[in-house]
């Protein structure tokens, strides 16, 4: 199994710039999630899904569109990139909800926004 | 908002010490986890504890819960470098949603 994988690695975009990061498992979770790590700080939630097809907003879910067409796939949207949307993004995924089982994460997208 | 904070933010210390951390959160859990974050990777989950565990081993970890005082260590024994990363603790604000505390990190001296 692969497990959880992100691409790209690293995006340098400008100020108003739209892209999508990806984000795919191969163990069959029905739940994923995106997060976003600022320097010095723990994740915040961004997105989550609980299936295909139902999405739900996290913490910090302004400028970012998710969508879940299918169970492996769950990619973030960033509209119209900020300065202060750069950060590190984590997806990860669960069997079922994350509050009782460990989630598995991606390697990350360091995203610089300028 | 931050449930979980964990104390100290940072520490250093020699190889075969043990290292302890604590994690401070506001509201009632049901769980509440611990991740290791090893510098520029994604976080590795190392050990749940449910609220009506005092107390939880896994190898070299060993994990406390204090509801009381709404509070939660883990102590790493014996440490190695390769230990040498971030741990983050996360409690549960609902079955869906992970809330994940700033972090603390620790330097294992060779």
């Known amino acids: 199994n692969a497990g959880v994988t992100q691409t790209p690695k690293f995006q340098v975009l400008k100020t108003g710039q739209s892209m999508t990061l990806q984000c795919a498992q191969d163990m069959n979770h029905e739940y994923m999630s995106w997060y976003r790590q600022d320097p010095g700080m723990g994740l915040r939630l961004i997105h989550y899904?609980?299936?295909?097809?139902?999405?739900d907003q996290g913490e910090v879910p302004n400028g970012y569109n998710v969508s879940r067409s299918t169970t492996e796939d769950f990619p973030l949207r960033l509209l119209s990139a900020a300065p202060s949307q750069t950060s590190v993004y984590f997806c990860a995924s669960t069997r079922l909800a994350p509050s009782s089982h460990e989630q598995y994460f991606g390697p990350g997208t360091r995203l610089t926004v300028t | 908002s931050q449930q979980g904070e964990e104390d100290p933010q940072a520490l250093s210390i020699q190889e075969g010490e043990n290292a302890t951390m604590n994690c401070s959160y506001k509201t009632s859990i049901n769980n509440l986890q611990w991740y290791r974050q090893n510098s520029g990777r994604g976080l590795v989950h190392l050990i749940l504890i449910r609220s009506n565990e005092r107390e939880k081993h896994s190898g070299r970890l060993r994990v406390t819960l204090d509801t009381s005082k709404k509070s939660s260590s883990l102590l790493i024994t014996a440490s190695r470098a390769a230990d040498t990363a971030s741990y983050f603790c996360a409690t549960d604000d609902s079955s869906y949603k992970l809330i994940f505390g700033s972090g603390t990190r620790l330097l294992v001296r060779p």
């Open positions: 899904s609980v299936g295909a097809g139902i999405t």
